[in-house]
């Protein structure tokens, strides 16, 4: 059957009509295709980057530019010779440089993004300096980044969690430096409603310094290799777990500046290596701090010597729990059981102290400690640990000495039990010390009055007694034996009107036993 004339015309018009509508409907899709299309050429790249860093640079007032960018199909960024500057704040006509990175890559998954999910194949940052100028108030942030990579099982944008597989941190070096006069940060916030997994991190060959204003102290930190593994973080909880940490291999030093530098340890200038430290179990949830320290060593300059250093330890906003700390080195070793309120020196309702002591302490250790002395006193102290034995419990306000026990083999021995009250106002202290002792031979001692003393301490002597004191008012009442001969002392002392009275009595004491050499005995 033919169709007339005018039903062909009009089928032909209507095809006409669908290929436009269908044009048109098709247009914006095939120019997204097109442009999206021409991103990938790299002419087109640069030309868009270039805008984009035009408008950056005009909204931010900072002079922005980059050398070049690369985009391989899907979403393979790379961005090079990445620079960010503006108008020093300290030095009129010069620039400070804030970024500066040689190269950025960025390498994004598409599998789930279409449904708000993104896996970060590859994020890696190279030769990249940093430097924050004065963007931040609290402190001047500059330093330098080797490499910097990231890999991502996944972040769920919708969900907000992100899962990094692997993050890694190398030849970096970062230098803080604190400002005197800040602007009181604004403490309040929104709630961030996600939680990132790691499950590993590596820094390795990475410095970091830190300065206080007018550089009066400055500490310093070296790492060879530290490793985390499996955290998490929550920022909406504010909860922070790590399972382990190893830092492998470092230094770390602190230095006050106007100090002068002395002998032996030197509180005020400590440089530490060969740091090896283990710690897991590790969390953090405002004001809970929890941790198990595995093992730490580490040497001080001085040649003290950490071998090891381990326990638990537990803290929160009220309480610091050491249940089971030992620490040693080759020459000593001391375990502790300690528990300490925070509020242990306030006035109205002071918190409580427990502490459990035990330590043997080496002849070389005490000699480090106790920085320059004789020679001949050095010599002649006896190569034996002192002993230490100590438990006291209780608050500032009334203290209980159990028992305080030192001892050096050979040469002398201490004990002490008591109790004491308001140890922190000497105007209010109460005291009753009961003391015991005895002397083996402290020969060595005299070494301390010069090469040639003129008098000796001799062995078997003991002590016993008792001390007190009621405010500024100190008593004595003590018996020292020797031979066959007795001291005995009964005294007293204000120190507001430096009053006295001493009760000295000697029954039978040979005192050629203490002056050998004295003619008039």
Not at 113 to 122: E, P, Q, R
Not at 167 to 181: F, G, N, Q
Not at 205 to 216: E, K, M, N, Q, V
Request: proline share 5%; charged share 20%.
């Amino acid at each position: 059957m033919r169709l007339p004339a005018h039903s062909l015309l009009s089928v032909v018009e209507m095809k006409k009509t669908l290929l436009w509508i269908l044009g048109i409907l098709l247009a914006p899709v095939v120019l997204f295709v097109v442009l999206a299309a021409l991103l990938y050429v790299p002419p087109v790249q640069n030309w868009a980057v270039q805008q984009v860093v035009k408008a950056a640079s005009g909204a931010t007032g900072m002079d922005i530019s980059v050398g070049r960018v690369s985009l391989v199909f899907p979403l393979d960024l790379g961005i090079y010779g990445f620079r960010v500057t503006q108008p020093s704040d300290s030095l009129p006509g010069r620039r400070d440089t804030i970024a500066d990175v040689g190269r950025l890559v960025v390498d994004v998954g598409l599998g789930q993004l279409l449904h708000s999910k993104v896996t970060v194949d590859a994020l890696e940052l190279e030769d990249a300096r940093l430097n924050t100028a004065g963007l931040v108030a609290t402190a001047r942030i500059k330093g330098s980044i080797g490499r910097l990579s990231l890999s991502s099982r996944g972040i769920d944008l919708a969900a907000g969690v992100a899962e990094v597989g692997r993050a890694s941190l190398s030849d970096a070096s970062v230098s803080i430096e604190l400002c005197d006069t800040v602007t009181p940060p604004d403490t309040a916030s929104a709630t961030v409603p996600w939680k990132i997994y790691v499950g590993r991190l590596d820094i390795v060959r990475t410095g970091i310094a830190l300065s206080t204003p007018g550089d009066t102290i400055g500490v310093r930190a070296g790492i060879d290799r530290l490793t985390g593994r499996r955290a998490v973080v929550d920022l909406e909880r504010g909860r922070y777990t790590v399972a382990a940490v190893e830092w492998a291999g470092g230094s770390a030093s602190y230095d006050n500046n106007y100090a002068p530098r002395t002998a032996g340890l030197d509180p005020n200038h400590i440089a530490l290596s060969g740091i090896e430290i283990g710690i897991d179990s590790v969390v953090y949830e405002a004001p809970l701090t929890q941790l198990n320290l595995k093992y730490c060593r580490m040497e001080e300059k001085s040649g003290l010597k950490l071998a090891d250093l381990s326990g638990q330890v537990s803290m929160d906003s009220v309480r610091l729990s050491l249940p089971a700390l030992t620490l040693r080195t080759p020459d000593s070793e001391l375990r502790a059981q300690a528990a300490m309120d925070f509020s242990i020196m306030d006035e109205r309702n002071p918190g409580r102290l427990e502490l459990r002591l035990l330590a043997n302490i080496g002849k070389q250790d005490v000699m480090r400690f106790a920085g320059e002395l004789p020679a001949q006193f050095v010599r002649s102290y006896p190569n034996r640990p002192i002993s230490l034995r100590a438990t006291l419990s209780g608050t500032v306000r009334q203290l209980d000495i159990t028992g305080v026990d030192v001892s050096l083999p050979t040469a002398f021995r201490l004990s002490a039990s008591g109790s004491a009250a308001n140890v922190t106002s000497p105007e209010r202290l109460q005291a009753d010390i009961r003391l015991r002792g005895r002397t083996g031979n402290l020969g060595f001692v005299t070494a301390l009055a010069g090469p040639q003393p003129s008098f000796r301490i001799p062995g078997g002597m003991a002590l016993e007694g008792r001390v007190g004191a009621d405010g500024s008012a100190y008593t004595a009442a003590l018996t020292l034996r020797e031979g066959r001969g007795s001291v005995k002392l009964d005294g007293r002392l204000n120190t507001v009107t430096e009053a006295y009275r001493a009760l000295l009595a000697v029954d039978g004491l040979d005192v050629t036993h203490f002056l050998p050499g004295d003619s008039l005995f």
